[in-house]
């Protein structure tokens, strides 16, 4: 079976942001530092000797992987993805290649990735973990940091041969199956990527592995491609491709980031992404203490009781042939067409152009009785009656059923 099946009909994930830059939460020197959390070390330029002190105070007492787990599937998400390395270089895993990991330097001692991966298994969740195979402002030979080291003097082979690959060893070797392997900032020639796609698969020929190892990732040799953060293309698109976005502003924890977008706009952008035929990965970014913030929590839970109800219109759907329509999106099954109507029609019906289509049955996804709505053909299109007021004022799924002529 081709590895991306599962994926191509999952279509919901949660990314987790979760690093020793959530002590600082956005705040340095009792400044707040703009820009998104995980990055302060950068934009603050804060020396490898100072950060590496916050591993001290990082004790995620309240973390609890099953829990994590649970808001995760209870949103109807299907696969999870950690930050295992973000770009600050602080391990979030057992590590062997350095002590700068949440075993060895913070109170907390313990691998959470460790509990995470076994929550997953017996939830039915798949454990994915981002690797960020370029940027590390804490390692000598890493990119990015020209504040602490002298970039003439890195050596970038020998840090992807020495320090990366036997890490990404560790991680595909010590939790199980991973589902996702998510790269970020290309590595920087084809060459690498390549050589460092060949080394992942030896150890997890299954794995996924996310379009940004590669320098051209619009069309490189990752398993798919990535839209930019939180980009949601105007139309379809034909690869297999993925929208990784924020709830807030912010991927990493930021105390006082409370931008947080509505339920209707995250249920917006899941209809919208999947009608496109991409996949949404949607961030949470906990705290220092172990906990996803509460506004995260409440709107996820929002967006799994509509899931609840709406999910046939969602997971192993297609793209239709109709791209963004005025009054909201449509996805597709064999035989069924999805409309998300997310303006209610002031007319009181919806149109589609039905083609060489026709229907006779037309219902509410929500309705458990599943009574007809009145269906009309005009020329080529479809007329469906809806009753005067939107049942869900968010995305009313209405289900067309189609038959070729
Ligand atoms: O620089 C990172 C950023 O911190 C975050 O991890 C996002 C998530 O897609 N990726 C990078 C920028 O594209």
């Not at 987790?16 to 703009?34: D, Q, S």
């Not at 069309?219 to 953060?229: A, E, K, L, T």
């Not at 105007?234 to 509505?262: L, M, Q």
């Not at 999947?274 to 995260?296: C, D, F, H, R, W």
Request: hydrophobic letters at 35%.
């Amino acid at each position: 079976m081709h590895k991306l099946v599962w994926w191509r009909k999952a279509k919901f994930g949660m990314f987790i942001h979760w690093g020793i830059y959530a002590v600082p939460a956005g705040m340095w020197k009792e400044r707040k530092v703009p820009g998104i959390g995980e990055w302060i070390m950068h934009h603050a330029r804060i020396p490898v000797k100072e950060y590496e002190l916050l591993g001290k105070q990082f004790n995620p007492v309240k973390f609890d992987g099953r829990e994590w787990v649970r808001v995760a599937k209870n949103a109807g998400m299907k696969w999870i993805v950690i930050t295992a390395k973000h770009h600050d270089g602080f391990c979030m895993f057992d590590t062997k290649l350095t002590d700068y990991n949440i075993v060895k330097m913070t109170p907390f001692k313990r691998d959470p990735l460790e509990d995470l991966a076994k929550a997953c298994k017996e939830e039915g969740i798949g454990f994915g973990f981002y690797y960020s195979q370029t940027l590390d402002w804490h390692h000598p030979d890493g990119m990015g940091n020209d504040w602490d080291y002298d970039p003439n003097e890195k050596n970038f082979s020998r840090y992807l041969e020495e320090y990366v690959k036997p890490q990404l060893r560790e991680l595909l070797t010590s939790y199980g199956p991973v589902t996702v392997l998510w790269c970020d900032i290309e590595t920087p020639t084809p060459e690498q990527a390549r050589d460092l796609r060949e080394w992942v698969r030896k150890f997890q020929p299954n794995i996924i592995i996310s379009g940004r190892i590669d320098p051209r990732w619009l069309g490189g040799i990752g398993d798919y491609r990535q839209m930019g953060d939180n980009e949601i293309p105007p139309g379809k698109v034909k690869s297999d491709w993925e929208t990784c976005a924020t709830i807030n502003d912010t991927w990493g924890f930021k105390s006082y980031d409370h931008n947080w977008k509505s339920t209707g706009v995250l249920i917006h952008n899941l209809v919208d992404i999947v009608s496109k035929g991409g996949n949404y990965l949607l961030n949470v970014g906990p705290t220092a203490e172990g906990t996803i913030p509460q506004p995260s929590v409440d709107r996820l839970a929002a967006v799994g009781r509509w899931l609840k109800v709406n999910g046939e219109s969602i997971y192993g759907t297609t793209t239709s042939l109709f791209g963004e329509l005025e009054w909201g999106r449509c996805t597709t099954k064999p035989g069924k067409l999805y409309l998300h109507v997310f303006a209610w029609p002031s007319d009181g019906q919806v149109r589609v152009v039905a083609s060489e289509s026709k229907s006779e049955r037309a219902y509410l996804l929500a309705d458990p009785k599943r009574e007809n709505l009145e269906v009309k053909s005009e020329g080529k299109d479809l007329l469906i009656k809806l009753p005067t007021r939107a049942p869900d004022p968010i995305d009313t799924v209405v289900v067309v059923e189609i038959e070729r002529c």
